[in-house]
């Protein structure tokens, strides 16, 4: 469907191939070549591509790669840990850790001390 007049098209106007990153499998960094179709409205001639749910628009990194980071955040591992091991740069993986809302601790555990 056209999202600038909203009539139905199939009229395929061309391909372009997209690299995107994904989560790592059997420990391989995971690169995978996307084409995308391009349509041509015949009643408004604008050109659009296709949606796609494993990866939003202007993104180069999967939806599936930026929840499989967020959660490795939960994990004693460093930022610069997990972006290397993904593939992805440490700037990301801090931007991603910016973007989870967390609260303060209603309580604070008790600290001991050895002397």
């Not at 349509?39 to 999967?62: A, D, I, M, Q, V």
């Not at 910016?98 to 600290?111: F, H, N």
Request: glycine fraction near 6%.
């Amino acid at each position: 469907m056209c999202p600038d007049c909203g009539r139905i098209t199939d009229k395929v106007h061309d391909y372009r191939t997209q690299k995107v990153k994904d989560v790592p499998a059997f420990g391989k960094k995971l690169l995978w070549l996307y084409s995308k179709r391009r349509y041509c409205c015949p009643y408004c001639n604008k050109r659009f591509y296709e949606t796609n749910g494993l990866l939003p628009k202007f993104h180069r990194l999967s939806s599936r790669l930026t929840a499989y980071s967020i959660n490795e955040l939960e994990s004693k591992r460093s930022q610069k840990d997990i972006a290397s091991s993904l593939g992805i740069s440490p700037s990301t993986v801090n931007r991603w850790l910016q973007l989870i809302g967390y609260s303060k601790p209603s309580k604070l555990p008790k600290v001991l001390s050895g002397n």
